[in-house]
């Protein structure tokens, strides 16, 4: 790769270049990643404790948080800290690894977002079937096979951009290191593996989104036959998913289906699935299931009681 390229580092220009709004939006986002890291980690060790949330709905619930916490501290901290700085760098190399990271654990989060799809049509659609279908070696292999295509995906993308020649310019249009703002100052005609990224991201982003919203029109489809209290049941834990699903797919769509722009309202996007969205559904999903917020209180009440004692 040395020997391709004259440019050993990277100066990313940032969300904003007034310093007063950065110090603004850094007294902003440090609070929002601190919740996001809490939040997350809060359903991650409730999960694994408490004995009422051992369902394979929760399983997974707990991965998806955990993959929350490692999506969003793969930009946010960086970005947080540029923030404070005059001249934001970063080397070619720890912007490669920041691709890696952020499409590895990004697409991790979209196949778990799939996995809890199908528990969901499974406990709903075949319930007298759900726990023979849905047993703990199943749920483990899903969520293994999750990490997996995340790593797959994130290997194609760090294989089409390693060969790229950077000689110069060396300025990346945006507040951390993504695909679109680092072929945008390659060297070379970038045609062929825009291409493949159209493909491996944002084709891949929207039949994932295709198939997640099939899925809950089948459920929802299925939940005439169910009893007044399941539908309210059922309904209150889709609703919970299909807002995540929601606000997790229509940034990514928008930004990976588009060509590549360097307009300020790209990146407002991109904070938005990169800094809110990972806070946000913590909130979702433990404002609207009794059982999270009772494990929750439950968890802490020992803690509090066994600190008295």
Same mark, same amino acid.
């Given at each position: 790769?040395?020997?391709?390229?004259?440019? $050993?580092?990277?100066?990313?220009?940032?969300?904003?270049?007034?310093?007063?709004?950065?110090? *603004?939006?850094?007294?902003?986002?440090?609070?929002?990643?601190?919740? $996001?890291?809490?939040?997350?980690?809060?359903?991650?060790? +409730?999960?694994?404790?408490?004995?009422?949330?051992?369902?394979?709905?929760?399983?997974?619930?707990?991965?998806?948080?955990?993959?929350?916490?490692?999506?969003?501290? $793969?930009?946010?901290?960086?970005?947080? +800290?540029?923030?404070?700085?005059?001249?934001? +760098?970063?080397?070619?190399?720890?912007?490669?690894?920041?691709?890696?990271?952020?499409?590895?654990?990004?697409?991790?989060?979209?196949?778990?977002?799939?996995?809890? *799809?199908?528990?969901?049509?499974?406990?709903?659609?075949? #319930?007298?079937?759900?726990?023979?279908?849905?047993?703990? #070696?199943?749920?483990?292999?899903?969520?293994?096979?999750?990490?997996?295509?995340?790593?797959?995906?994130?290997?194609?993308?760090?294989?089409?951009?390693?060969?790229?020649?950077?000689?110069? #310019?060396?300025?990346?249009?945006?507040?951390?290191?993504?695909?679109?703002?680092?072929?945008?100052?390659?060297? /070379?005609? $970038?045609?062929?593996?825009?291409?493949?990224?159209?493909?491996?991201?944002?084709?891949?982003?929207?039949?994932?989104?295709?198939?997640?919203?099939?899925?809950?029109?089948?459920?929802?489809?299925?939940?005439?036959?169910?009893?007044?209290?399941?539908?309210?049941?059922?309904?209150? /834990?889709?609703?919970?998913?299909?807002?995540?699903?929601?606000?997790?797919?229509?940034?990514?769509?928008?930004?990976?289906?588009?060509?590549?722009? +360097?307009?300020?309202?790209?990146?407002?996007?991109?904070?938005?699935?990169?800094?809110?969205?990972?806070?946000?559904? #913590?909130?979702?999903?433990?404002?609207?299931?009794?059982?999270?917020?009772? *494990?929750?209180?439950?968890?802490?009440?020992?803690?509090?009681?066994?600190?008295?004692?």
């Amino acid at each position: 790769m040395a020997s391709a390229n004259n440019v $050993t580092e990277l100066i990313i220009t940032g969300l904003f270049q007034d310093p007063e709004v950065q110090r *603004a939006c850094f007294v902003l986002f440090l609070p929002v990643y601190l919740a $996001t890291v809490v939040g997350n980690g809060l359903i991650v060790v +409730t999960v694994s404790v408490s004995k009422s949330l051992h369902s394979p709905m929760y399983f997974f619930l707990g991965y998806l948080s955990l993959v929350e916490i490692c999506y969003s501290s $793969t930009v946010v901290p960086k970005f947080i +800290t540029d923030l404070l700085a005059k001249v934001k +760098t970063i080397s070619l190399r720890g912007c490669l690894a920041q691709i890696f990271f952020f499409h590895f654990f990004g697409v991790t989060e979209i196949l778990l977002l799939a996995v809890m *799809a199908y528990d969901r049509y499974v406990a709903i659609c075949k #319930p007298l079937y759900y726990t023979a279908i849905m047993s703990r #070696p199943v749920c483990h292999r899903l969520v293994a096979g999750s990490w997996l295509g995340g790593f797959f995906h994130s290997i194609i993308q760090i294989f089409i951009t390693i060969p790229l020649p950077f000689c110069g #310019p060396n300025v990346i249009d945006h507040y951390f290191c993504d695909l679109h703002p680092l072929f945008k100052i390659a060297c /070379t005609d $970038t045609f062929v593996v825009g291409i493949i990224m159209f493909v491996n991201s944002g084709l891949f982003s929207v039949f994932s989104f295709l198939f997640l919203v099939s899925s809950y029109i089948v459920i929802l489809f299925n939940l005439r036959n169910h009893s007044a209290e399941g539908r309210r049941k059922a309904l209150s /834990t889709c609703a919970s998913h299909i807002t995540v699903v929601i606000l997790f797919f229509g940034p990514a769509i928008f930004l990976y289906l588009r060509p590549a722009s +360097t307009y300020t309202e790209d990146k407002l996007v991109a904070v938005f699935y990169t800094v809110i969205t990972p806070m946000l559904n #913590p909130i979702i999903y433990t404002l609207r299931n009794a059982e999270v917020k009772n *494990a929750i209180r439950k968890l802490w009440g020992k803690k509090v009681n066994s600190r008295i004692e």
